[in-house]
């Protein structure tokens, strides 16, 4: 169980347009996503905290306007990277988790390359 | 703020044989999760062990357990009978158990095993 899928794996595009990244918990019902972002041989870092049905909480120096992200319902997250550029592409990751004292289980992953 | 230092960045260590990776942290709270991530090359972050703070018994998941030494401060991770399946990077990382849901990684130690 505690299943976390993450569409697309891997997307290219180019400078300007807007890319959306989804999260979707399979098996369970996530009360709360968080999406990260992983430069290369880098941890993560995480960008902001989902809870469905409330707006996201980012992290300090996150720009909200370029990362939107949407927490529409307890099994699915998106973020979209607005107007993205070449400093965008990176590997984001999502995680969700049902409640508080339970761990956060993580998606595979979204490589993002801004041409 | 908390933080999470991994001072190995890179360990080998022969199959069938036994590696531990260290991790140390800081932290004024007395209450929080320490958690053991395993990011192998397909990206996808894995939970491979967790430990309660309050807990002083140390986690143990198969081939995997931990060494918490709460008072020093360190959180190392053994890997016994390695296998070339445990080729990966490993990340320490740490949870509040007062209020927030941020997860801190250390930077990460990558792992190889040699046939």
């Known amino acids: 169980g505690a299943v976390v899928s993450q569409h697309p794996s891997w997307v290219i595009c180019k400078s300007g347009t807007s890319v959306k990244i989804e999260c979707r918990s399979l098996?369970?019902?996530?009360?709360?996503m968080f999406w990260y972002r992983q430069f290369p041989k880098q941890s993560l870092m995480l960008m902001a905290t989902?809870?469905?049905?409330?707006?996201?909480?980012?992290e300090q120096g996150v720009e909200k306007d370029k990362f939107l992200i949407n927490h529409a319902s307890l099994t699915l997250s998106t973020l979209t990277v607005t107007s993205a550029h070449p400093e965008d592409s990176s590997f984001y990751i999502c995680?969700?988790?049902?409640?508080?004292?339970?761990?956060?289980?993580f998606g595979d992953g979204t490589r993002l390359s801004i041409l | 703020a908390q933080t999470v230092t991994q001072s190995q960045p890179e360990m080998s260590v022969q199959e069938a044989e036994t590696v531990t990776l260290s991790c140390t942290y800081d932290?004024?709270?007395?209450?929080?999760?320490l958690f053991w991530y395993k990011q192998p090359p397909s990206r996808q972050m894995i939970l491979v062990i967790r430990?309660?703070?309050?807990?002083?018994q140390n986690a143990t998941e198969n081939r995997f357990s931990v060494n918490f030494q709460k008072a020093a401060k360190s959180f190392s991770l053994k890997i016994s009978d390695s296998q070339l399946g445990d080729a990966a990077m490993y990340f320490c990382?740490?949870?509040?158990?007062?209020?927030?849901?941020?997860?801190?990684f250390g930077k990460g130690t990558r792992l190889h095993i040699l046939p």
């Open positions: 098996d369970f019902q996530a009360t709360t």
């Open positions: 990382a740490y949870r509040s158990a007062m209020g927030g849901d941020k997860i801190i």
């Open positions: 932290t004024s709270e007395s209450d929080y999760y």
């Open positions: 995680s969700a988790r049902r409640d508080y004292n339970q761990p956060q289980h």
């Open positions: 989902s809870n469905e049905g409330s707006k996201a909480t980012y």
């Open positions: 430990q309660e703070a309050y807990k002083q």
